[in-house]
T-cell receptor, first 111, second 115 residues
Framework: EDQVTQSPEALRLQEGESSSLNCSYT??????LFWYRQDPGKGPEFLFT???AGEEKEKERLKATLTKKESFLHITAPKPEDSATYLC????????????FGRGTSLIVHP | GAGVSQSPSNKVTEKGKDVELRCDPI?????LYWYRQSLGQGLEFLIY????????KSGLPSDRFSAERTGGSVSTLTIQRTQQEDSAVYLC?????????????FGPGTRLTVL
């Protein structure tokens, strides 16, 4: 059964303290790995899609990387406005168009 | 451009009542998904529509839940005889599902509270 695990469940950082969030998955073939940001009371907001191992994408202070078994979301010099829950999801190569979501990492950045 | 919209944003109902939740996807997106998110939980897949194909209903938790999509656009999720455990945020997402662009775009959700 395809599974995705995110760690840590919660992360507290000081402003400017860089860190990484992990998303590991077990799937026979990957068709896409997705990162989303979700603010309280809102729907998930799309950040990145990665399709192959070695691929990297950046947006402001965020950088997503992908290997064959995991993805990292690196946050460089975070600011309080980066506080949110970060979700990852993947689609396996089995033909299903339904992505599997992780439970998310709740990030709090203190000023 | 316009994103995915959902209505109502909040719905409070009494146990046993029926509710209808609406989703307007991004124009031109052929795929539409419904999810449920309970407090502190991940996204639970409910149902998936793709074009004119039969919907994938494998995630619906009981026969009290149903959904339809009219004209390949607007979708309605109906919950009959609501129970307290149905309280959650119901999220809708749409996707163009073209190669290389199968990212989902989510609406703001409908928060359902069953008293």
């Amino acid at each position: 059964e395809d599974q995705v695990t995110q760690s840590p469940e919660a992360l507290r950082l000081q402003e400017g303290e860089s860190s990484s969030l992990n998303c590991s998955y077990t799937v026979s073939g990957l068709r896409g790995l997705f990162w989303y940001r979700q603010d309280p009371g809102k729907g998930p907001e799309f950040l990145f899609t990665l399709y192959s191992a070695g691929e990297e994408k950046e947006k402001e202070r965020l950088k997503a990387t992908l290997t064959k078994k995991e993805s990292f979301l690196h946050i460089t010099a975070p600011k309080p406005e980066d506080s949110a829950t970060y979700l990852c999801a993947f689609k396996g190569a089995g033909g299903s168009y339904i992505p599997t979501f992780g439970r998310g990492t709740s990030l709090i950045v203190h000023p | 451009g316009a994103g995915v919209s959902q209505s109502p944003s909040n719905k409070v109902t009494e146990k046993g009542k029926d509710v209808e939740l609406r989703c307007d996807p991004i124009s031109g997106h052929t795929a539409l998904y419904w999810y449920r998110q309970s407090l502190g939980q991940g996204l639970e897949f409910l149902i998936y529509f793709q074009g004119n194909s039969a919907p994938d209903k494998s995630g619906l938790p009981s026969d009290r839940f149903s959904a339809e999509r009219t004209g390949g656009s607007v979708s309605t999720l109906t919950i009959q005889r609501t129970q307290q455990e149905d309280s959650a945020v119901y999220l809708c997402a749409s996707s163009p599902l073209a190669i290389g662009t199968d990212t989902q775009y989510f609406g703001p959700g409908t928060r359902l509270t069953v008293l």
